[in-house]
Structures are given as structure tokens and as C-alpha cells.
């Protein structure tokens, strides 16, 4: 592998790295509602299936990343940006109220990062972006209330 995709691929595997700790957090936060009482077990069991999804996903986009570059290099810096953002906001994941709505966020732009590296696309890649920023809402959304 040369240089370059090796770079791309460190770039495609931290941001799926932020993606799988926010993933963790919401499971973490899960197991805890779940024993206050505050979750039911359809719910769990939802959240538990996401995040097991989230992981695939993550694992399948660094691997396609591999295979596929250094064809999206150029395309990865928005949603580099995206990440850093909900790094910064799942600093605060104890207090968000609907894991189950960032939890379908988050598996709906690592799916939406895997067709991205599948099919290299500046228009997918700006969606995978847009998705993490409306994850990063979603979350500053749910503490403003």
C-alpha cells in the first residue's frame, strides 16, 4: 500500500474510531437506563442491534477504504470536520434523552460512509457529513430542552 493510502485509510479509521465511541457511549448509556427502569426491552434490544450494526459498518468502511484509494482523499475532509464535532458533543452523552434517534443517526452515516467508499462520489460524501452535523444537532437539540 503506498503512502497515500495508507494516510487515507489512518484518516477513514479515526473517524470510524469516533463513530464506534459514540456508538459505545450510547450502549453504556443504554445498560444504565435500562437498569433504572427508564428503557424498555424493546428498546434496548434496538439500541444493542444499532450498535452491533454500527460496529459492522465501521469495520466494513475501513476495510472498503483499503480497497478503494486513494480515489476519496479529497472528499474526506468534510467529514473529518463532521466527526470532530460529534466527538466534542458526545462529551455530553449522559444527558441526551432518545439514544435510540443518535443511534439510527450514527449507523445511518457509517452505511452512508461504506456506499461512499464503495462508489467515491463528492455528493456522498457531502451526505455523510450532513448526517454527522444533523447527529451533532440532534444531540445539542435534546440538552437545550
Known amino acids: 500500500m503506498d503512502t497515500s493510502s495508507q494516510t487515507i485509510v489512518d484518516r477513514t479509521i479515526a473517524v470510524t474510531r469516533t463513530l464506534r465511541t459514540v456508538a459505545n457511549g450510547l450502549m453504556e448509556f443504554a445498560h444504565e437506563a435500562r437498569e433504572r427502569g427508564e428503557l424498555s426491552l424493546d428498546e434496548f434490544f434496538t439500541l444493542s442491534e444499532r450498535y452491533q ?9 475501513c476495510h472498503e477504504a483499503a480497497k478503494q484509494l486513494p480515489s476519496m482523499e ?3 475532509a468534510p467529514i473529518e470536520s463532521a466527526t ?4 466534542r458533543a458526545s462529551l455530553v452523552l449522559a444527558k441526551v434523552t432518545d439514544v435510540l ?5 450514527l449507523l445511518q452515516a ?4 461504506v456506499l461512499a467508499i464503495l462508489k467515491p462520489e463528492p455528493a456522498a460524501f457531502a451526505a455523510v457529513a450532513a448526517t454527522i452535523v444533523a447527529a451533532v444537532q440532534g444531540i445539542q437539540g435534546q440538552l437545550s430542552r
Open 53 to 61: 450494526s454500527i460496529i459492522n459498518q465501521a469495520n466494513t468502511a
Open 74 to 76: 479529497s472528499h474526506l
Open 84 to 87: 470532530k464535532e460529534l466527538e
Open 101 to 105: 434517534a443518535v443511534s439510527a443517526q
Open 110 to 113: 457509517l452505511t452512508g460512509l
